[in-house]
Nanobody, 120 residues
Framework: QVQLVESGGGLVQPGGSLRLSCVASGSIFSIYSMGWYRQAPGKQRELVANILSAGSTNYADSVKGRFTISRDNAKNTVNLQMNNLKPEDTAVYHC??????????????WGQGTQVTVSS
């Protein structure tokens, strides 16, 4: 079994910063991608950013230039540095990873989510 555990959410004022972390653990053979999605009340879950094992990244247009995703392959960890936060960034942020637990078979896994609230 695989678990994704997030940390780092909280309450921050507009213009502030937060850093989210997610650690994958369990019977992991390899990790193809790790990333973050978010879901605000009444809205669909959307991709924030992801990073492939080779290091290429993908960002939502709304966070480009403000958020930076990074990954430590040795520690099965992905981080999201969020700067210049805006009220519209308020959401539950979920870690997502595409993981192989046996050779050649990949599945998607989700963390339980961490709340990020941007408010004065």
């Amino acid at each position: 079994q695989v678990q994704l555990v997030e940390s780092g959410g909280g309450l921050v004022q507009p213009g502030g910063s937060l850093r989210l972390s997610c650690v994958a653990s369990g019977s992991i053979f390899s990790i193809y991608s790790m990333g973050w999605y978010r879901q605000a009340p009444g809205k669909q879950r959307e991709l924030v950013a992801n990073i492939l094992s080779a290091g290429s990244t993908n960002y939502a247009d709304s966070v480009k230039g403000r958020f930076t995703i990074s990954r430590d392959n040795a520690k099965n960890t992905v981080n999201l540095q969020m700067n210049n936060l805006k009220p519209e960034d308020t959401a539950v942020y979920h870690c997502h990873a595409v993981i192989s637990i046996v050779t050649g078979t990949f599945s998607g896994f989700w963390g339980q989510g961490t709340q990020v609230t941007v408010s004065s």
